[in-house]
């Protein structure tokens, strides 16, 4: 089964402003066990931090659109979206991913 786990930055990742819960060791280990991982969001403070993610990519007003290009590269079994903002559960679920709040995403070792 092929998943695709995408990040919010702002407020999700410990890289954003604000700052979030999840550490960016938490997406590198997800990488290396053969998850499809990257940000849809503020990529770039991301992508200098951690390069080598499957996708980086800009968030809003785009964010839709972003979705739908990675969801139609990757053509994933499951595609899950970890973000902070309300405004991002509405336009996840629109682009058919499953959204998870960052307190709520604790991924097993």
Do not use: Q
């Amino acid at each position: 089964m092929k998943v695709l786990i995408a990040f919010d930055v702002d407020g999700t990742l410990e890289v954003g402003s604000p700052k979030g819960p999840i550490k960016l060791l938490v997406l590198k280990k997800l990488k290396e066990k053969g998850f499809i991982i990257g940000t849809i969001g503020a990529s770039g403070k991301v992508e200098r931090a951690l390069p080598g993610l499957d996708f980086y990519r800009g968030g809003h007003p785009n964010k839709a659109k972003h979705m739908a290009e990675v969801k139609e590269r990757f053509k994933p079994d499951l595609c899950i979206y970890v973000a902070d903002a309300p405004v991002d559960r509405e336009e996840e679920l629109k682009a058919g991913f499953c959204y998870v709040k960052p307190e709520d995403f604790n991924p097993k070792e």
